[in-house]
């Protein structure tokens, strides 16, 4: 009797132990579907399709494209392109040129027989490496303009000791006393001024660390006797090393109508 009850005790100490272990893994085959579970732990596949799942990781291959997912980075290959995405950046190639972008803060990469190909006919005698510059001296120019619709060259001290100005007739000046006291006489000769800006680009020369501001615009200017004249306007702004302007080159054109 004794031993009858310790071997029954053995056999229930066993089921109880499949049973245990049978609720922690679970296999499933239906059709050409295969389930598998373990705990949290879940693979699949089903057909040509094949699916991993592991806790919150993904991984899915479908027929020539492949994805894989792992938490919230993805990578994707699908035919000849290829594009890789991790959190926010993404890398892209295709077969005219390759381009990498970073994040929202717009870094490009190109290189391609059709993309960003420097012309071997010319060289430049000033620079062609430029990158977008500083906002903060756009702002300075533009309230520049502002200053002189508004005949109030006093509102901003923005100039150089040194400033020059050259003009589209060819006349250059230079000093910023001179140039003040120039602008003023002009602009006192006018009923008024007004200017309308289509654009404006600050630029740095990276080989020559200097900073630029790109204006594109119209000026229209009202005489005493009525008479009115329109002027398309393109300047480029030179910012020093302090932050003040030390140079100034207009072109004008007569106004194109739109």
Same mark, same amino acid.
């Given at each position: 009797?004794?031993? &009858?009850?310790?071997?029954?005790?053995?056999?229930?100490?066993?089921?109880?132990?499949?049973?245990?272990?049978?609720?922690?893994?679970?296999?499933?085959?239906?059709?050409?579907?295969?389930?598998?579970?373990?705990?949290?732990?879940? =693979?699949? +596949?089903?057909?040509?399709?094949?699916?991993?799942?592991?806790? !919150?990781?993904? =991984?899915?291959?479908?027929?020539?494209? +492949?994805?894989?997912?792992?938490?919230?980075?993805?990578?994707?290959?699908?035919?000849?392109?290829?594009?890789?995405?991790?959190?926010?950046? &993404?890398?892209?190639?295709?077969?005219?040129?390759?381009?990498?972008?970073k994040g929202d803060e717009g870094k490009v990469k190109m290189k391609g027989d059709d993309v960003m190909n420097t012309p071997?006919?010319?060289?430049?005698?000033?620079?062609?490496?430029?990158?977008?510059?500083?906002?903060?001296?756009?702002?300075?120019?533009?309230?520049?303009?502002?200053?002189?619709?508004?005949?109030?060259?006093?509102?901003?001290?923005?100039?150089?000791?040194?400033?020059?100005?050259?003009?589209?007739?060819?006349?250059?000046?230079?000093?910023?006393?001179?140039?003040?006291?120039?602008? =003023?006489?002009?602009?006192?000769?006018?009923?008024?001024?007004?200017?309308?800006?289509?654009?404006?680009?600050?630029?740095?020369?990276?080989?020559?660390?200097?900073?630029?501001?790109?204006?594109?615009?119209?000026?229209?200017?009202?005489?005493?006797?009525?008479?009115?004249?329109?002027?398309?306007?393109?300047?480029?702004?030179?910012?020093?090393? !302090?932050?003040?302007?030390?140079?100034?080159?207009?072109?004008?054109?007569?106004?194109?109508?739109?």
């Amino acid at each position: 009797m004794k031993r &009858i009850a310790i071997l029954t005790g053995i056999f229930l100490l066993i089921l109880a132990g499949n049973q245990s272990f049978a609720q922690d893994k679970i296999k499933v085959k239906t059709d050409s579907s295969k389930v598998k579970e373990k705990g949290d732990k879940t =693979k699949i +596949k089903d057909g040509d399709d094949k699916t991993k799942v592991k806790d !919150d990781k993904t =991984k899915i291959k479908d027929g020539d494209d +492949k994805t894989k997912v792992k938490d919230d980075k993805t990578k994707i290959k699908e035919g000849d392109d290829k594009t890789k995405m991790k959190d926010d950046k &993404i890398k892209i190639k295709d077969e005219e040129g390759k381009v990498k972008m970073k994040g929202d803060e717009g870094k490009v990469k190109m290189k391609g027989d059709d993309v960003m190909n420097t012309p071997n006919s010319y060289t430049p005698t000033y620079s062609s490496n430029f990158v977008i510059g500083n906002p903060a001296h756009s702002k300075m120019i533009v309230d520049l303009w502002k200053d002189w619709d508004d005949n109030a060259f006093d509102r901003h001290d923005y100039y150089a000791d040194d400033l020059m100005m050259i003009l589209p007739d060819g006349t250059v000046m230079k000093g910023k006393a001179a140039n003040i006291e120039g602008a =003023k006489k002009y602009r006192s000769g006018l009923t008024s001024s007004r200017s309308t800006i289509d654009a404006w680009v600050p630029l740095k020369s990276t080989d020559r660390n200097e900073n630029w501001v790109a204006m594109w615009g119209t000026e229209t200017n009202t005489w005493p006797d009525g008479k009115v004249e329109v002027r398309d306007i393109h300047e480029i702004w030179r910012i020093n090393k !302090d932050g003040k302007v030390d140079m100034m080159r207009q072109y004008g054109a007569q106004h194109l109508q739109q």
